[in-house]
C-alpha cells in the first residue's frame, strides 16, 4: 500500500499497511484460545505452547512509551517486563482482564537474547456475543514498517491507531480479509468479530508526519507479481554472471518458506476441525466451515445419490446421467443471497462442457483463474431459470474432487471474490489435499451410516409388526437400540394369537450385543412362536427352549419372559427365565405392582425347572415387561430403576402410545444406557360373559345341524344377521370334520364377539386338519377349501386334550 506526504509524491515503506500480522484470541478466562502463525513468528512460542496459557504471561502488558511516540490516551509509566517484553505503550493488561470496554493500541520492544530488539505494534479489541472470545489482538513487527534511517530526532515514527470505518475508501478489504486469519469458526462467528472490529475503530498506522494509512492483513505469501519479479531478477544476475543479490535471494526464500508453511499450518488446522463426529451430515458442515472464509469465499459442495442415501460404494465411474446432490452451501455474502439460486438438497447432473464434470471423471483439481462470461453463461445454463451468473462471473474458482480408495465420492466448487487474490498453483496443491483429507473422513462417515442402516434394517427385520388390537387387548411396543455398543442387539418382543381368544405375549433378551446376538434372537423368538402354536403351557415352553438353546451351542443365553393372557377367564399365566419381572398396573385405583415371579434360570443354563404362575386379573389392568436396558444403569442399584418404572407405568395417559412414550422419558433420560430397550405393555380389556356363547355337542353327524341352528339364533341376538349365511355354513364344515375324525363322545363349540367374530370347535383328535386340493372324485377335503375362500382368518392348533379348528369373520360397519 502507497502512502502519500505533503512534499511529494508518493512512496513505499515496506509495503506500509499491508502486513503480516499475529492474531490472537483470549477468552473470559485470560487464557489463550487462538494463536496465529504470524504469532508464532513474531513472539516466538509455538501454537501447541501458546494455546491454554496466560495470555498476560505471552503479550506485553505494561509500561510505556517514549514521548515522542505516545499515541494519545497511553500510558506514560517506563517499566521492564518479564520475558524479555519493554512494554512502549499503554497499559495492555487492562484489556486482557476485561477491565476496558473500549479498544487500546500501543507499541513494545521485544528482546531476546543475543538479538537486536523487534519493535511489536498491537491492537487489542474487546468482544462481546455468545462465543467464548472476550478480546482480540493484532500485532505486527513494526521494524519492516519504518524507513531504514538512523533513530534521531528527525527521524519518522510509528505508532497503531484507530479510525473510522468509513475514513478509507479502501477499508472495505478488511471485512474481507480479517476472516482469513481469524481462528475456524462459522462464518456468523467470524463476521460477528469482524462487525465489532469496523464499528470500535479500524486499526491504522499513525505516522508522525500526520498520515495515516489503514493496515490490511497480509498471509505472508507474495503476490504472483513480486514473486515473478524476484526471479527474474535472479535469473538476469545469474546469466550476467553476476552474484544473486543476498537479500532478493533470501528474500524470496523467506516468503516461499513462509508460503508453504502457512499452507501446512492451514491444513493441520482443518484436519483437526473436520472428522469430529460419523454423522455425515455434520461430516459435511464441518468440511464446509473448515475452508471459509479462510481459504475462499464460498464452498459447495456435491456428493453422489449412493453417498448420501447411505448406500454401499458408488458403482462405475460417473457420467453425464449422475445425479450430484448439493448438500452444503457456506459462504460470506450475506444472508440468503444463494439460498433461492442454488438450495441445499438439489439434485442435478452436469455436461461434459463444464469443469465440474472434468474434475469428476478425471479425479483431479480443475483451476478456473477467472470465469468468464462465456463460461458463466455455459455454468448457467444448468441451472434453468435462475440466473447464477452475477453470482459467479469474474470469480475464480478451484473444484476439487473428493475421493476415497480411487473413487470420487463428490466435489467442493470454492470461489474466491473478485476483489480477492485468485487461486494459483499452490493453492491447487492445497486444494487437493485438503479435498483427500475431506474424502477420507466424508468416506468414514459414508461407511458408518452405510453400516449402521444395514444393522437396523437387520433389527427390523427381526422385530414383530404386532397388530395393535388382539383379541381381548390392545397391545403397543417400543423398541430403543443400544447407544453405546452398537446398534444392532438381541432384545426381541412378541405376541402370537392361540386357541380360545388367548394371546401369547413375550420380551426376551440374548445375552451380549452385535450381529450374533441379533442371529441368536432370530432364532430363540422364532423356535418360540412355533412352540407357543403347540399350545404348550408356559413353563413347558421355556423348557423346550432351554433344551434347543444348549443344543445350538454353549454361546446362547438369553433370558425370557413368557405370558398367557386369558380374556375370558381374566387370568394371566406367567412363567420366567431369569428376566426382570412385569409389572401390572390395577384399573380399579391405578395402584402398579411388580409381579412376584420365581425367577428361573436365563435360556440355555440348563438343568433348572420352570413355574408358571397364575395372576387374576381385571377389565382394564395393564401388562408392562420390558427388557433389563430399560432400567439397569451403570452405577446405580437395578432397583432404582424397578421402582421408576412401577411409578411411570401408572402415570395416566390418554392411548397406549403415549403410556410408552412416558415410561421411555422417565427411564432413558437418566443417562449411561449402553444396552438396546425392548417393551411390550397391553392393556387387558378382557371379553365380558355375554359375548361369549359355549355349547357342547355329540360326536354325532346330526349335530352339524344343531350347530347351525344355535349359530344362527346366538347370532340374531347380538344383532349380526348380515354374518348368518356365512357362519352357518363354515361352522357346519368345521362341525362335520371333527365328528368324523374326533375318537371321543363330546365336541365343544364356542362362538366369542369381541373387535371380530371368532367361532372354536374343539374335540379329542390330535392330528391336525390340513388344506388339501380336492379333484372332481373325490369325496373329501374341500371342507377346509371352503373355509380359507369365506373366512377372514383361520387357523389350527394343538390343546392339551386334542386339537382347536377356528376361522374369523369380520363384523359389519355400523351405520351412522
Not at 489482538?137 to 510509528?158: M, N
Not at 483451476?367 to 468468464?372: A, E, K, T, Y
Not at 372324485?777 to 383361520?794: P, T
Amino acid at each position: 500500500m502507497e502512502r502519500g506526504t505533503p512534499d511529494g509524491p508518493a512512496t513505499q515503506s515496506a509495503v506500509a499497511g499491508r502486513i503480516p500480522l499475529a492474531v490472537v484470541v483470549v477468552d473470559g478466562a485470560g487464557l489463550v484460545s487462538h494463536w496465529s502463525s504470524g504469532a508464532r513468528r513474531l513472539f516466538g512460542y509455538a501454537k501447541d505452547e501458546a494455546v491454554g496459557r496466560r495470555a498476560v504471561d505471552l503479550l506485553p502488558v505494561s509500561g510505556a512509551l517514549p514521548d515522542d511516540s505516545t499515541p494519545s490516551g497511553g500510558s506514560a509509566d517506563p517499566g521492564e517486563l518479564p520475558g524479555g517484553y519493554d512494554e512502549l505503550g499503554p497499559d495492555l493488561e487492562a484489556s486482557l482482564g476485561g477491565r476496558t470496554s473500549y479498544p487500546t493500541a500501543g507499541r513494545a520492544r521485544l528482546s531476546e537474547p543475543g538479538q537486536s530488539r523487534i519493535d511489536v505494534l498491537w491492537w487489542a479489541y474487546p468482544l462481546v456475543g455468545p462465543g467464548p472470545e472476550r478480546l482480540l489482538v493484532l500485532a505486527a513487527d513494526a521494524d519492516s514498517l519504518s524507513p531504514e534511517a538512523p533513530e534521531d530526532d528527525g527521524a519518522e515514527r510509528i505508532a497503531p491507531g484507530f479510525a473510522l470505518h468509513t475514513e478509507f475508501a479502501g477499508a472495505d478489504e478488511l471485512a474481507r480479509r480479517l476472516p482469513e486469519i481469524l481462528p475456524s469458526m462459522s462464518v456468523g462467528e467470524s463476521g460477528r468479530i469482524v462487525s465489532q472490529v469496523l464499528e470500535l475503530g479500524y486499526p491504522v498506522l499513525e505516522f508522525s508526519q500526520h498520515d495515516r494509512v489503514p493496515v490490511t492483513p497480509d498471509w505472508g505469501v507474495p503476490r504472483r507479481a513480486e514473486r515473478k519479479a524476484r526471479r527474474l531478477r535472479a535469473q538476469q544476475a545469474l546469466a550476467q554472471g553476476r552474484p544473486v543479490e543476498p537479500e532478493v535471494q533470501e528474500d524470496a526464500e523467506d516468503l516461499e518458506y513462509a508460503a508453504v508453511r502457512e499452507r501446512l499450518e492451514f491444513l493441520n488446522e482443518v484436519s483437526g476441525a473436520i472428522g469430529s463426529s460419523l454423522d455425515l451430515s455434520q461430516t459435511i458442515l464441518e468440511v464446509s466451515r473448515a475452508v471459509v472464509p479462510r481459504f475462499t469465499d464460498v464452498a459447495g459442495t456435491y456428493l453422489r445419490e449412493q453417498v448420501v442415501a447411505g448406500e454401499g460404494f458408488p458403482e462405475g465411474p460417473p457420467d453425464e446421467t449422475t445425479l450430484w446432490h448439493r448438500v452444503a452451501v457456506e459462504h460470506t455474502d450475506e444472508p440468503g443471497r444463494w439460498d433461492d439460486v442454488v438450495p441445499v438438497g438439489e439434485s442435478m447432473p452436469f455436461p461434459a462442457h463444464t469443469p465440474f464434470f472434468q474434475c469428476m471423471t478425471s479425479g483431479q483439481p480443475v483451476l478456473v483463474p477467472r470465469i468468464s462470461e462465456e463460461m458463466g453463461t455455459r455454468i448457467a445454463a444448468q441451472f434453468e431459470k435462475r440466473d447464477i451468473r452475477p453470482l459467479i462471473n469474474n470469480r475464480s474458482m478451484l473444484v476439487v474432487p473428493l475421493k476415497a480408495r480411487n473413487v470420487v465420492l463428490g466435489f467442493m466448487i470454492l470461489l474466491r471474490h473478485p476483489e480477492r487474490v485468485e487461486f494459483n498453483d499452490m493453492d491447487r496443491v492445497t486444494g487437493a489435499e485438503l479435498a483427500a483429507r475431506a474424502g477420507l473422513v466424508l468416506d468414514n462417515a459414508r461407511m458408518y451410516t452405510y453400516q449402521e442402516n444395514v444393522a437396523e434394517t437387520l433389527q427390523d427385520s427381526m422385530l414383530p409388526h404386532i397388530a395393535p388390537r388382539m383379541s381381548g387387548c390392545d397391545i403397543a411396543t417400543r423398541y430403543l437400540p443400544g447407544t453405546l455398543l452398537g446398534r444392532v442387539g438381541g432384545d426381541w418382543f412378541d405376541s402370537v394369537k392361540l386357541p380360545g381368544s388367548r394371546t401369547a405375549l413375550v420380551v426376551g433378551d440374548v445375552m451380549g450385543h452385535g450381529l450374533n446376538s441379533a442371529a441368536m434372537m432370530g432364532q430363540l423368538r422364532t423356535a418360540v412362536q412355533t412352540m407357543a402354536a403347540l399350545d404348550l403351557p408356559p413353563a413347558q415352553l421355556l423348557r423346550n427352549l432351554d433344551d434347543l438353546a444348549q443344543r445350538l451351542g454353549e454361546q446362547y443365553l438369553a433370558t425370557c419372559l413368557y405370558a398367557v393372557y386369558d380374556p375370558i377367564a381374566g387370568e394371566l399365566q406367567i412363567s420366567n427365565a431369569g428376566h426382570i419381572p412385569p409389572v401390572v398396573v390395577r384399573a380399579e385405583d391405578g395402584r402398579s405392582e411388580l409381579l412376584e415371579l420365581p425367577t428361573g434360570a436365563p435360556i440355555g443354563v440348563g438343568g433348572v425347572p420352570f413355574e408358571t404362575v397364575r395372576v387374576p386379573v381385571a377389565p382394564g389392568d395393564r401388562l408392562v415387561m420390558c427388557t433389563d436396558g430399560l432400567v439397569e444403569v451403570r452405577g446405580e442399584d437395578i432397583g432404582v430403576g424397578l421402582a421408576t418404572l412401577c411409578e411411570s407405568a401408572a402415570h395416566p395417559a390418554a392411548s397406549m402410545d403415549q403410556a410408552c412414550d412416558t415410561i421411555i422419558r422417565a427411564l432413558n433420560t437418566r443417562g449411561g444406557r449402553k444396552d438396546d430397550v425392548a417393551l411390550l405393555m397391553a392393556r387387558l380389556n378382557g371379553i365380558a360373559a355375554e359375548d361369549v356363547a359355549d355349547w357342547q355337542l355329540s360326536v354325532d353327524p346330526a349335530e352339524a345341524g344343531r350347530a347351525r341352528r344355535l349359530v344362527r339364533a346366538q347370532l340374531r341376538r347380538w344383532g349380526l344377521e348380515p354374518l348368518v349365511e356365512t357362519a352357518e355354513l363354515l361352522v357346519s364344515e368345521v362341525v362335520t370334520n371333527a365328528v368324523r375324525h374326533a375318537h371321543g363322545e363330546r365336541l365343544a363349540l364356542r362362538l366369542v364377539r369381541s373387535d371380530v367374530l371368532q367361532c372354536e370347535v374343539v374335540d379329542d383328535e390330535h392330528t391336525l386338519p390340513t388344506l388339501r386340493s380336492a379333484g372332481p372324485q373325490d369325496e373329501s377335503g374341500r371342507g377346509l377349501a371352503v373355509v380359507n375362500a369365506l373366512a377372514r382368518e383361520w387357523g389350527t392348533a394343538r390343546t392339551g386334550e386334542g386339537k382347536s379348528v377356528w376361522f374369523e369373520l369380520s363384523l359389519p360397519r355400523r351405520r351412522r
